[in-house]
Structures are given as C-alpha cells and as structure tokens.
C-alpha cells in the first residue's frame, strides 16, 4: 500500500511538473518534504484549510495529491490551482 502511495504521489509532481513547465529531478522528492517546501522554486509551502492541502504561492500549484475518496468534503471540489 505504502509503494501505491508514493507511486501516486510522483505521478502527481509529474503533473504538477508538467503544468508550470519546470526541470526539477522529482526522483527525490519525498512525500512529507512538500509541506515545509514547494520543490519546484523552494518557497516555503502554504496550507489551505479550505481543501486540507499544502500549496505553492508562487508556482500556483497543489503540492499534495487529491485523495482517493469521491465524496472526501475537501478533495472532491479542489480546483486545479489554488489562486
């Protein structure tokens, strides 16, 4: 279960990679380094209580994964980008 997770997480910096057009190596990102640091740009992180999710200011982007729950009240109505 812990491989599926980790897997799911380096597919969504891919994504999120991919969305701001940066060339960072996400091979050594691990999942809890997000929360204190966007590894794109290395502004500290922000939290969102509104959708339960760390995010980059700067980037624009989300730095933690939807979880996998449909009807998760945080997650199922999480925008694409939080600004």
Known sequence: M???VEMMF???LEEQKR??????DISQIEMGSVTKLCPFCLSESLYNYQYD???CERC???LEPKCEDDSC???KN???RPL
Do not use: H, Q, T
């Open 10 to 12: 380096k597919k969504f």
């Open 60 to 62: 624009n982007i989300w």
């Open 78 to 80: 999480r925008p694409l």
């Open 73 to 75: 009240e945080f997650c």
């Open 53 to 55: 999710a760390y995010y």
């Open 2 to 4: 812990e491989k599926k």
């Open 19 to 24: 969305m701001i057009g940066s060339d960072v």
